[in-house]
């Protein structure tokens, strides 16, 4: 069990969410500012999507990451920067005509999804190890392993920490075969996503088993979507994992309160810090990560 817990803010996100809360940070002024406002907080580590500012949609406009970036680094905030590379893995089918791509379809392959993280460099960047139904109707996400192959090595080659998105037990197989190939320097990191149809379900009893699977020594985190997300807090910090919160994942800090980044940061902290637990700087973060202050 770590020490220290590093709580993450995982600050936006790509999902149709902008609609549903003011609080929801668009512009990369508004990402920004989030950020600062969340390592106040408390948080070590800010996870970063960017959005179209005219359309609010997710995008991989390598401009507004940067933006993004520089921002947060002008204030002179000490904060791991995490960045999404999971943009360019969605495929929408029509089911009538599978071989047809519909509207929504952003599919690139492996190494199109990284030149941000080859122009910025972020301490971490995001790997999501593997294929899945994405929610109810026909939005798939696509990631092959062949594809996370070439991504893995391209982000080794850079130096960037990568962070092992685990959305099922399958994809925590594949992951350990990545380390397993030499294409993960040790110490992995992981992060264990709970909720999101149809990954794994959040069930404390099959975050246990996934906790289980995980080699020897690596870093872990682990998060739940929606309503479950704070009671996710506690549960993992409990067995031994660093937390995320975050518009990304839920809106609310209780029944019908709508929250910001920094308040659910701020209550991820009083959860954590109520069990007896220490919450991570950045520099902690760092060392226990295994990350070099860039």
Request: glycine share 12%; charged share 20%.
């Amino acid at each position: 069990m770590a020490n220290e817990v590093i709580v993450t803010a995982a600050l936006t996100g790509a999902g149709d969410t902008t609609g549903k809360s003011e609080f929801v940070p668009v512009t990369p002024e508004q990402i920004a500012k989030d950020a600062v406002e969340a390592a106040e907080a408390g948080a070590a580590v800010v996870h970063i999507h960017v959005r179209n500012v005219e359309t609010g949609q997710g995008s991989r406009d390598t401009a507004l990451y940067r933006e993004v970036v520089e921002r947060i680094k002008e204030t002179g905030t000490d904060v791991v920067i995490n960045l999404t590379a999971g943009m360019g893995g969605d495929l929408f089918i029509d089911p009538d005509d599978p071989l047809k791509p519909v509207d929504g379809t952003d599919l690139v392959n492996g190494l199109e999804r990284l030149p941000h993280v080859e122009e910025l460099l972020p301490d971490i960047c995001t790997l999501d190890c593997g294929s899945l139904n994405f929610g109810d109707g026909s939005q798939l996400y696509i990631s092959t392993p062949d594809m996370l192959r070439a991504g893995a090595k391209r982000i080794q080659e850079l130096g960037v920490k990568p962070e092992l998105e685990i959305f099922d037990t399958g994809n925590l197989w594949f992951a350990k075969q990545l380390l397993a190939e030499g294409l993960l320097d040790a110490p992995p990191l992981f992060q264990l996503c709970a909720g999101i149809p149809w990954g794994a379900p959040p069930e404390p009893g099959l975050l246990q088993a996934m906790v289980g699977m995980l080699p020897e020594g690596a870093n872990w985190a682990s998060f739940a979507i929606g309503r479950n997300q704070l009671r996710w807090v506690g549960l993992t910090a409990a067995l031994g994992g660093n937390v995320r919160v975050g518009l990304e994942d839920n809106l609310y800090l209780s029944k019908g309160v709508k929250a910001s980044n920094a308040q659910l940061v701020e209550r991820a902290v009083t959860i954590v810090e109520g069990m007896g637990m220490p919450i991570a700087t950045p520099d902690q973060a760092r060392e226990q990560l295994g990350l070099q202050k860039r």
